[in-house]
């Protein structure tokens, strides 16, 4: 009788720990990939490879310095650093700010793309920035800004759809939510870096800079197993000395030459209206021909529910205007996106075929809903853009500055909740 209750009480222990753990599954990224209230999402949680890592990376959220007791760092920096043109000085601040900044705006010698966005380097043996993808009616598909904490019902469209993306992830994001960072893979999603702390890189030292990307590649490697081989520069600020660098680690870099200005909205006056005139643009050049040769790539962000939200707001209408939507080394046939060589992207024929699952994903192939059709979008609103479009932008952008200090000091709070954890 006894043996039985006490089965019984086990067996039932067992069942309501089973249901506990999964409403409240923060340990593994299937758990994480679950959780659907984006305040439970955004709760820090603690992650012993990451967390317990922490003293091997610079305070996130902060500019990246390579760390003297790196010796891996180290010895990469010295073999690259010959290769970084010594006659192109940092411009202006971290933040932004080039006040007090004289450069020749007209020669424009460091091919400084925040100026006109220059993106074939004026010095030899620097490898051009791409801007357009050579598949004609495409769109190169990219994110920037990630992983956001609240990503879940993103990447759950996303993956109702079939469509995999270029997630370009912030250092200190993958720190701060690395399960979020390990669903990109999970779900066969291309990750590329964007920087440690999202600052101006060309104001930044040639050693930090070289930090800011190398810590991004060894984050993102220890929580997701691979080393990118792209980079997206944050607000596009890339000269000639930083693709040196970008070069040296063996990143390609990734820009754009539209701007859904999604990360603006809220912004010096920038409106939901304005984002949307801005996705309305890059459609209706679709439909009137401009990708007919060559494909296009518009900046968008993993930034917030906002940002996500336009972007499956706006799914439908790209699937109509372009013929095909995939991430960005698809687009290039770079079925190699990583260092590990372990693991490989659908080239473009197998995604546009069907085969949009990536060796080493865990999300099965399925049946392809990627584009076909050539139809008419119905173009939107396209009313007044007093946002401007991605060729804008004589100076740096305060906005953007500002933009990014919203974001930090929640990250700084989170960060401060998982160092108190590790304390515990
Ligand atoms: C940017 O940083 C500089 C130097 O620290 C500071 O003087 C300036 O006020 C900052 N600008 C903005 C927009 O935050
Ligand atoms: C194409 O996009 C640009 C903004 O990049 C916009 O000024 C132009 O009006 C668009 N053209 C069409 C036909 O939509
Ligand atoms: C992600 O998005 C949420 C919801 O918009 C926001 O609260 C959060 O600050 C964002 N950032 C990160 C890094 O998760
Ligand atoms: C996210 O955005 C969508 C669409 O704008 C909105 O319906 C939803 O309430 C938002 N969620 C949160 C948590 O703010
Ligand atoms: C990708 O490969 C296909 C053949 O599979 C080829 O037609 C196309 O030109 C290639 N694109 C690039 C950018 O190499
Ligand atoms: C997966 O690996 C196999 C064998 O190496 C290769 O033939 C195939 O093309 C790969 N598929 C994808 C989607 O990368
Ligand atoms: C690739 O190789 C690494 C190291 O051998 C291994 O840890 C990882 O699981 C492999 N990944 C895939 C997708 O096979
Ligand atoms: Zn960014």
Same mark, same amino acid.
């Given at each position: 009788m006894?043996?039985?209750s006490d089965t019984r009480t086990a067996a039932l222990l067992v069942a309501s720990l089973a249901v506990l753990s999964f409403a409240q599954d923060r340990t593994t990224e299937q758990g994480e990939a679950q959780i659907t209230d984006p305040n439970q999402e955004c709760a820090p949680y603690f992650?012993?490879?990451? &967390?317990?890592?922490?003293?091997?990376?610079?305070?996130?959220?902060?500019?990246?310095?390579?760390?003297? &007791? $790196?010796?891996?760092?180290?010895?990469?920096?010295?073999?690259?650093?010959? &290769? !970084?043109p010594t006659d192109i000085q940092p411009k202006g601040q971290p933040n932004g700010s080039t006040i007090g900044v004289t450069y020749d *705006?007209?020669? $424009?010698?460091?091919?400084?793309? *925040?100026i006109r966005q220059c993106t074939t380097p004026k010095r030899s043996g620097i490898p051009s920035d791409i801007a357009s993808i050579p598949e004609p009616k495409t769109m190169g598909y990219a994110f920037d800004d990630g992983p956001n904490c609240s990503h879940n019902a993103f990447y759950d469209f996303l993956a109702s759809q079939n469509q995999k993306a270029t997630m370009f992830y912030i250092g200190s994001n993958v720190m701060d939510w690395p399960l979020e960072a390990q669903r990109a893979v999970a779900d066969g999603h291309e990750i590329g870096a964007h920087t440690w702390s999202h600052r101006y890189m060309t104001a930044l030292s040639s050693q930090d800079a070289f930090a800011e990307l190398w810590y991004t590649m060894q984050a993102i490697k220890l929580v997701t197993g691979?080393?990118? *081989?792209?980079?997206?520069?944050?607000?596009?600020?890339v000269d000639d000395r930083i693709r040196a660098i970008a070069a040296g680690l063996g990143l390609e870099t990734i #820009?754009?030459?539209y701007d859904s200005n999604d990360w603006r909205n809220g912004v010096n006056g920038i409106t939901p209206a304005d984002v949307d005139a801005d996705y309305g643009?890059? #459609?209706?050049?679709?439909?009137? @021909?401009?990708?007919?040769?060559?494909?296009?790539?518009?900046? *968008?962000?993993?930034?917030?529910?906002?940002?996500?939200?336009?972007? !499956?707001?706006?799914?439908?209408q790209l699937q109509s205007a372009f013929s095909h939507i995939v991430p960005i080394g698809v687009a290039l046939n770079k079925t190699q996106p990583y260092v590990e060589t372990n693991y490989s992207l659908p080239s473009f024929s197998q995604y546009v075929g069907g085969t949009t699952a990536t060796n080493g994903?865990?999300?099965?192939?399925?049946?392809?809903?990627? @584009?076909?059709?050539?139809s008419t979008a119905s173009s939107s609103t396209a009313s007044s853009s007093s946002g401007g479009s991605? &060729?804008?932008?004589?100076?740096?952008?305060?906005?953007?500055? #500002?933009?990014?200090?919203?974001?930090?000091?929640?990250?700084?709070?989170?960060?401060?909740?998982l160092i108190a954890s590790l304390a515990l």
């Open positions: 006894r043996h039985w992650y012993a490879p990451s &967390s317990n890592a922490i003293n091997s990376f610079p305070p996130i959220w902060t500019v990246a310095t390579l760390l003297a &007791s $790196d010796t891996a760092g180290q010895a990469k920096w010295n073999s690259i650093s010959a &290769s !970084i *705006t007209v020669n $424009d010698p460091d091919c400084w793309w *925040t691979v080393t990118p *081989t792209s980079w997206r520069p944050p607000f596009g600020d #820009i754009w030459k643009y890059f #459609i209706s050049n679709s439909t009137s @021909g401009t990708f007919n040769t060559v494909g296009g790539i518009m900046l *968008t962000h993993e930034l917030n529910n906002y940002t996500m939200s336009e972007a !499956i707001k706006f799914y439908p994903s865990s999300s099965s192939g399925g049946s392809s809903s990627s @584009g076909s059709g050539t991605g &060729s804008s932008g004589s100076s740096k952008s305060n906005g953007a500055a #500002i933009a990014v200090a919203g974001v930090t000091p929640v990250l700084v709070a989170g960060a401060a909740l």
